[in-house]
């Protein structure tokens, strides 16, 4: 059973919105830094964006950058990204990760400890 639950994944229409959401059920919660990670048909996992532990601080790759906002809720265990935008390049299972790692803004998967199984987003043109 997995101790993080994303949720949110749709069918979008080029240029359109999505949010997704992350439910934590991994320790206490505000203990761990968050992201998000994708993944595309036949491509690697590849970083999305980051947050701190107390959500002061964000984190975005480039390709995503003034688009996504990630966000998170420590008392609800939840977090976010909203997604603006969207482009068919963005269609991918997108997954939520978490970590105590200093390396949280690093962008490297090895540095996220615990995993959700995914959630599809796919953006058409």
């Known amino acids: 059973q997995s101790q993080l639950v994303e949720s949110g994944g749709d069918v979008v229409q080029a240029g359109g919105s999505l949010r997704l959401s992350c439910a934590s059920s991994v320790g206490t919660f505000i203990n761990y830094a968050m992201a998000w990670f994708r993944q595309a048909p036949g491509k690697g996992r590849e970083y999305v964006a980051a947050?701190?532990?107390?959500?002061?601080?964000?984190d975005y790759a480039d390709s995503v950058k003034g688009r996504f906002t990630i966000s998170r809720d420590n008392a609800k265990k939840m977090m976010y990204l909203q997604m603006n935008s969207l482009k068919s390049e963005d269609t991918a299972v997108y997954y939520c990760?978490?970590?105590?790692?200093?390396?949280?803004?690093?962008?490297?998967?090895?540095?996220?400890?615990?995993w959700g199984q995914g959630t599809q987003v796919t953006v058409s043109s």
């Open positions: 990760a978490a970590t105590r790692s200093s390396g949280w803004n690093s962008g490297l998967e090895s540095n996220y400890y615990y």
């Open positions: 947050i701190s532990w107390s959500g002061t601080n964000a």
